[in-house]
């Protein structure tokens, strides 16, 4: 019976009540009110933090170097914001992203380090961190879909739980990776461009056509937008749900990685508040925090925001707690003009 | 038509008739309105409400007919002299100046100036004490209106009203721009104004609006008044219907089709009970039958439909569709054994009212249409179009937002989705809630079209007329059993609540 429809013919009498005049506004301004609106607005504000910086600090600020450099600090971070992006969709949230990161990154550089020191080991490295990152999700994910208990709490729980199991695992030490087949890859460039970037360019590839494209994502909106409705047309919301969790801990996972290859250190202090980063990237993004409405692109020039402020400040040698302070202010600014736009939308 | 003179009518509109370029808009319609009453004007639309709003707001002359006004015979030469006699309307598409402050706005047109310099202090402090006492004291008169809610534009529209001495207020379908909570707080300043004596002219097209706020009701149908100054708790929803269609109730729900003798049980329900709620619950349904479920508010009759769709986990008994059982507690099960819901709250529990239409109609089916995981919009567009045709969606727009359209337009959004699925089985609760008349006949004629098609449906709606006029078997539900279960020709309204009185008291 699946795949048979039924058709029902058209009522023979009908009441001949208008048709909906309703006027039909140009592509044009359909798309502006849509994404690319949103999304128009996010380059303005890249745009204007790049004059700035070239305004006041010149070459240093606009060589391709340090345009590269902007980058590969957004990647990390981005590619956490990218799981995040998925999770808040979906209406939910994780906490746990930062500290998951960190324990895989422990997990991962102990193995490297004590377990398997030959050369040819580092993808059981690679997996390894993959593996921990989607556990820490799946456990998120169970007790958050099936457990009933809210998604702040239960990651908030993993927030400090995986903090701690990190801990103990390392014993507080930092533990160092020299395993050159894996620092060879992960420092190399390909067509000058540093191999973090890629990963970064990939994943948010990958999940603009995860979101956009597949059964996967339609489902994600669809539960965010409204649940108990996805819930009564059929879909299965809970396990769904699991995967998203777990998605949010893999790109955890291969964050850990990005950042084993960029620093050699696995200790149970990486990725500390990057929660909060990678929230504050999603939401000035255009993600909706209620769900029901998610953009990767949004999500990826939110990361690149931050990453040019963080950038022009340190170029002008300015503090981190003005960074913070100017951080605190865009954030606020962007969802004050979101919540502009969302009233506007919804009157017109 | 009910003539009880206790007080004097304040507005007495006999006979009027008024054409536009030889084609008739009123042929003949009297409307009596008394001073602190709630009267509504309902019909469908066409019906000519729009025309004689504007012929008593003073837009139009009427061509023939008189009016009194106070017991004089009186015209209303222009919306001038309808507010110099105390006549105030507030139109559909409001219409207040987003630029200006509330204040000003209230005072637009008769502003409170000496010399021609603006009393600022003076007209801020008296549209103060409107928006008080609409209840609205938190809204300062120095707000911008533009940054207002579609609600509180309203409130400003009737301080604007109140802001001459007016005795009468029309209101055009207020409610239109409202979400729920608003309509509540909407009734309830127009109750106020009717204790103080105003009389309100309240146009609407929902009668369950017009049950809970009105006093009396003036029907309009083809520009004549077909019935004048009924009182709304004595006239029966039937009667209203076919005042507005001139259509008997029985030519509203669409004729029954006897069911086939060899028909297949399609849906069968095992002594099915949800602790706490309902227990004992015994039914078939077979393919191509209607199948009611009548009782009042807290029966249980909503918590059985869902049980067996299995949004709610069942404690007793089984639900099969066509002899295999469901995994109860599974919604996943029952819609993959080709059973579908419309449920109660159409907007929280059926519909992404920010998506688009079609992806609302294929909320149940996305995946059908994907390749690996891959959507494919075009052939999921194609058949949500198809559905849209066949329902004849208004407006025709798969990309629309959902939002945007009528409650009878979102319920054909639902029936579509379980179209395109391709169901056995429909279980509908209150197809009809928020669905204007006019549209309703239409849903009823599709649901019984569904049947036709071979679908076994339940239905269940708190107007027993519905669930009677629709279904060929009736279930009465009380307390949580089922009380009785009669063909839907063997009893009427009356029976059905005897039943569910005697049920409560036993």
């Known amino acids: 019976m699946s795949e048979q429809r039924s058709t029902v013919a058209p009522a023979t009498e009908s009441s001949p009540r208008g048709g909906g005049a309703a006027s039909t506004p140009s592509p044009l301004k359909r798309l502006m009110a849509g994404s690319a609106g949103r999304n128009l607005g996010l380059v303005i504000a890249l745009a204007l933090l790049v004059i700035v910086g070239g305004a006041t600090a010149g070459e240093r600020f606009l060589s391709i170097d340090n345009m590269l450099t902007i980058i590969r600090f957004a990647s990390i971070i981005g590619v956490i914001s990218i799981g995040m992006t998925f999770v808040i969709t979906a209406g939910g949230i994780d906490l746990s992203v930062g500290s998951v990161m960190g324990l895989a990154t422990v997990v991962a550089s102990l193995t490297a380090v004590q377990l398997a020191a030959t050369q040819t080991s580092w993808v059981l490295m690679v997996l390894i961190a993959l593996l921990v990152g989607m556990a820490a999700g799946l456990v998120n994910g169970i007790v958050i879909a099936y457990g009933n208990v809210v998604a702040f709490m239960a990651t908030l729980a993993m927030l400090v739980g995986a903090r701690g199991l990190a801990e103990l695992i390392s014993n507080r030490s930092t533990q160092i990776v020299n395993n050159t087949g894996f620092l060879s890859f992960t420092r190399a460039d390909f067509i000058g461009v540093p191999v973090l970037i890629w990963i970064f360019v990939l994943v948010a590839a990958a999940a603009w056509f995860l979101l956009n494209r597949t059964t996967f994502g339609r489902r994600t909106v669809a539960i965010g937008g409204n649940r108990e409705a996805a819930k009564l047309a059929g879909l299965n919301v809970k396990r769904h749900i699991v995967y998203l969790y777990v998605l949010s801990g893999l790109t955890a996972g291969i964050a850990a990685i990005m950042m084993l290859g960029r620093t050699t250190a696995g200790t149970s202090t990486h990725g500390t508040l990057y929660e909060l980063d990678a929230i504050a990237a999603v939401v000035v993004g255009g993600t909706l925090l209620i769900g029901g409405r998610g953009t990767i692109v949004g999500t990826v020039l939110g990361v690149l925001i931050f990453s040019t402020l963080t950038n022009v400040f340190t170029q002008n040698n300015l503090s981190t707690s003005v960074q913070n302070v100017a951080k605190g202010v865009i954030i606020v600014v962007a969802v004050l003009l979101q919540q502009r736009f969302a009233s506007r939308g919804k009157s017109s | ?506």
Not at chain 2, 391 to 401: A, H, N, T, V
Request: net charge negative; with cysteine; glycine share 10%.
């Open chain 2, 1 to 506: 038509m009910i003539e009880d003179d206790h007080s004097p009518s304040l507005l007495d509109v006999r006979q009027i008739t008024k054409s536009f370029a030889g084609v008739a808009a009123l042929r003949g319609v009297d409307l009596t309105v008394r001073a602190g009453e709630v009267h509504c004007v309902l019909g469908q639309n066409g019906a000519g409400k729009s025309t004689l709003i504007k012929t008593l707001s003073g837009v139009h002359q009427p061509d023939g007919g008189t009016i009194h006004w106070q017991g004089e015979p009186t015209t209303i030469a222009s919306p001038v002299a309808a507010l110099g006699l105390g006549i105030a309307t507030m139109y559909q598409e409001l219409d207040v100046v987003d630029g200006l402050t509330v204040a000003e706005n209230i005072f637009l047109g008769h502003e409170n100036a000496r010399g021609g310099v603006l009393r600022v202090a003076g007209s801020n402090r008296l549209a103060g004490e409107l928006m008080t006492r609409l209840g609205h004291g938190s809204i300062s008169p120095k707000t911008e209106v533009g940054t207002l809610s579609a609600a509180n534009k309203q409130i400003v529209s009737m301080a604007r009203a109140l802001s001459h001495d007016t005795k009468l207020i029309i209101m055009d379908e207020p409610s239109a721009v409202l979400d729920s909570e608003e309509v509540k707080n909407l009734f309830r300043v127009v109750r106020e104004l009717t204790a103080s004596g105003i009389a309100v002219i309240y146009i609407s097209h929902r009668l369950e609006e017009i049950r809970q706020i009105g006093d009396r009701i003036t029907v309009i149908k083809d520009g004549r008044s077909t019935a004048s100054g009924l009182a709304v708790s004595a006239t029966p929803t039937a009667e209203l219907i076919r005042l507005m269609t001139g259509r008997d109730v029985a030519n509203v729900f669409p004729a029954r089709v006897p069911v086939a003798a060899d028909s297949p049980v399609v849906l069968q329900v095992e002594d099915l009970g949800l602790r706490g709620e309902f227990s004992g619950v015994d039914f078939t349904v077979r393919a191509g039958e209607i199948v009611g479920l009548a009782g009042l508010v807290g029966s249980g009759r909503s918590e059985i439909l869902e049980t067996v769709y299995g949004a709610r986990k069942a404690s007793t008994g089984r639900v099969s569709v066509s002899g295999t059982a469901l995994r109860a507690g599974s919604v996943d099960s029952a819609v993959a054994a080709g059973i579908g819901l419309s449920p109660e709250e159409r907007k929280s529990q059926g519909l992404l009212l920010d998506e688009p239409v079609f992806k609302n109609i294929t909320l149940s089916t996305f995946g059908r249409f994907a390749v690996g995981g891959v959507l494919n919009d075009r052939r999921e567009r194609d058949a949500a179009v198809e559905q849209i045709a066949a329902l004849e969606l208004r407006p025709d727009d798969p990309d629309r937002i959902t939002r945007t359209l009528s409650g009878g337009n979102q319920q054909k959004i639902l029936l579509a989705r379980w179209l395109v699925h391709g169901t056995r089985v429909l279980l509908l609760d209150e197809p009809t809630r928020g669905v204007d008349v006019g549209a309703r006949a239409e849903i009823y004629a599709l649901i019984r079209r569904l049947a036709a098609a071979g679908n076994a449906i339940v239905i269940v709606s708190s107007e027993i007329e519905e669930v009677l006029g629709l279904a060929d078997r009736v279930l009465v539900i009380g307390d949580g059993r089922v009380l009785a279960t009669k063909d839907s020709t063997d009893i009427d309204e009356h029976g059905v609540l005897d039943l569910v009185m005697k049920g409560s008291a036993a």
